[in-house]
């Protein structure tokens, strides 16, 4: 069965980094791209970009070019996600989440528990 | 972007009853293979957004057929034929049709 496990909670302070990872098992990690969406507290949830394991090719949401980075480790099964020059707006539970993009799909159909990063002053 | 519109944004149901969502979209998601690029999520306390629906109306591995959804172009629904205590949460509709993907403000159903 397909899982998708992310590394645990982080406070920051404003203007450092934050690296969360997600640890794929279940399918072969190289065929289906990985999609990061984030949700602040009591808000709709909001799509950040994609990156495809097979090449490191990676797509991002305008509003977080330049401050975003997605990677991936093809030998652990593992995508990252690294967020930089992080403010309060930035508090949000960071989830990864796979694409289905078989033919007649294109849904992010699995989804990792989340990680919450907390950013303070 | 697509603007994504769900109402109501809270309904409270009483088991055995029925529950319908809408999800108006700002431009047609409905791709050249004659696919719609929307997906019907629900969201539980504390968890991850769990796949009901896609493409508009596929119900998804696992998930009951009290739930269904229908639609096209800039207009879906998702039903549920009788509600249970289970599907208490928060309800969303995506579209995937271009990026960047966009989520509705969520439907809060209450039992």
């Known amino acids: ?121 | 972007d697509i603007v994504m519109s769900q109402s109501p944004l809270s309904l409270a149901v009483t088991p055995g009853e029925p529950a319908s969502i809408s999800c108006r979209t700002s431009q047609s998601l409905l791709y050249s293979n004659g696919d719609n690029y929307l997906h019907w999520y629900l969201q539980k306390p504390g968890q991850s957004p769990q796949l009901l629906v896609y493409l508009g109306s596929n119900r998804a591995l696992g998930v009951p057929d009290r739930f269904s959804g229908s639609g096209s172009g800039t207009y879906f629904t998702l039903e549920i034929s009788r509600v249970e205590a289970e599907d208490v949460g928060v309800y969303y509709c995506m579209h995937t049709v271009e990026t960047p993907y966009t989520f509705g403000q969520g439907t809060k159903l209450e039992i």
């Open chain 1, 1 to 121: 069965q397909v899982h998708l496990v992310q590394s645990g909670a982080e406070v920051k302070k404003h203007g450092a980094s934050v690296t969360i990872s997600c640890k794929t098992s279940g399918y072969t990690f190289t065929e289906f791209f990985m999609h990061w969406v984030r949700q602040a507290p009591g808000q709709r949830p909001e799509w950040m970009g994609w990156v495809n394991p097979a090449n490191g090719d990676t797509g991002y949401s305008v509003k977080f070019q330049g401050r975003i980075s997605f990677t991936r480790d093809t030998s652990a099964n593992t995508a990252y996600m690294g967020l930089y020059r992080l403010t309060a707006e930035d508090t949000a539970v960071y989830f990864c989440a796979r694409i289905n993009a078989l033919p007649h799909r294109y849904d992010l159909d699995y989804w990792g528990q989340g990680t919450l990063v907390t950013v303070s002053s």
